[in-house]
């Protein structure tokens, strides 16, 4: 059996080597051996992660016969992309195993806890969202200001002066210090 690991972490600062490790244990186990080996530095909320998508890859060239993650909030970033990848898996005949949960998608019962557990990934990101919203709204109640701080009139001033001049929005930015985008919605 072609068993694939998939490991995950929000930020570079953190490591997957705690979840590789934890699945090498399981594999060795079992008596799996594993193939390949994909992992992600990004947030799981991101549409493209580089080594999810290889894995995809790999698993559409049937190149594995199993993916091990440590925890299915790893793997997916809301129910409905925990079921597309589900139902992917299983259009390629792969199964998965996630450790934290210990679900085994060879079993009905571990298909069934896989989708409960996405169920209650997605609830707990929606949670989380909710808190954070709400401490935004707290600060902005207090008066706090969120977001980048203004451009200065002055500086407003000599972005139109040098767009009347004839000067480039790129040009005008590099001169100002500022993202194209902004010299632009500054000079309309």
Same mark, same amino acid.
Request: charged fraction near 30%; aromatic fraction near 2%; hydrophobic fraction near 40%.
């Given at each position: 059996m072609r068993i694939a690991m998939y490991c995950r972490v929000s930020t570079?600062?953190?490591?997957?080597?705690?979840?590789?490790?934890?699945?090498?244990?399981?594999?060795?186990?079992?008596?799996w051996e594993i193939t390949d080996t994909f992992t992600d530095v990004i947030s799981g909320a991101k549409t493209n992660r580089t080594g999810l998508d290889a894995l995809m890859d790999a698993v559409k060239r049937k190149q594995?016969?199993?993916?091990?993650?440590?925890?299915?909030? !790893?793997? #997916?970033?809301?129910?409905?992309h925990l079921v597309t990848l589900l139902e992917e898996f299983h259009a390629n005949r792969v199964d998965l195993y996630f450790h934290q949960q210990g679900i085994d998608t060879r079993t009905p019962?571990?298909?069934a806890m896989y989708q409960m557990c996405g169920v209650f990934a997605e609830f707990e990101r929606g949670m989380i969202r909710e808190r954070v919203m709400a401490g935004l709204q707290r600060a902005?109640?207090?008066?706090? !200001?969120? #977001?980048r701080p203004p451009v200065p009139p002055i500086q407003v001033e000599k972005i139109k002066r040098l767009r009347t001049e004839g000067l480039s929005y790129r040009k005008i930015a590099k001169r100002v210090d500022l993202s194209v985008c902004t010299v632009h919605r500054l000079s309309a």
């Open positions: 570079a600062d953190q490591t997957t080597d705690n979840q590789a490790i934890a699945l090498e244990e399981v594999a060795h186990k079992m008596g594995v016969d199993m993916v091990m993650v440590w925890d299915v909030s !790893r793997l #997916g970033r809301s129910m409905a019962s571990g298909k902005r109640s207090k008066g706090k !200001r969120i #977001g």
